[in-house]
């Protein structure tokens, strides 16, 4: 199983953060993250496309869900996906990340 996968597998079984610290040694700040993703994950799969309301639609993007992940989860593709999307009135958008901290001004989105 890829490691990937692992935590997904560890989530669904119903493991702890703690008990996935345990096993993997993964920093739980970040375990405790993907445990989030998992259940806006599960959230998600209760729903379709056309049940799912705006909010609904615009906190997975917040949380960085793709159109593609959202049709996946929501049994559609991710083109009905956008345009819902868009409808709704959640866009897409880029925010630049200073990665010279400050140093130097960015001004490419990395």
């Known amino acids: 199983m890829p490691s990937g996968f692992f935590h997904q597998a ?15 040694k993964i920093d739980p700040w970040f375990l405790h993250q993907l445990r989030e993703l998992h259940e806006l994950e599960e959230v998600l799969k209760k729903h379709t496309l056309a049940t799912i309301d705006v909010a609904c639609c615009a906190a997975p993007r917040r949380r960085g869900f793709s159109d593609v992940q959202l049709g996946h989860l929501l049994g559609t593709d991710f083109g009905a996906v956008r345009v ?16 010279c901290a400050a140093e130097f001004e960015a001004f490419t989105p990395y």
């Open 10 to 24: 560890c989530f669904k079984a119903g493991y702890s953060v703690e008990r996935i610290f345990e096993l993997t």
């Open 84 to 99: 819902h999307r868009k409808q709704a009135g959640v866009h897409t958008t880029y925010r630049l990340v200073d990665t």
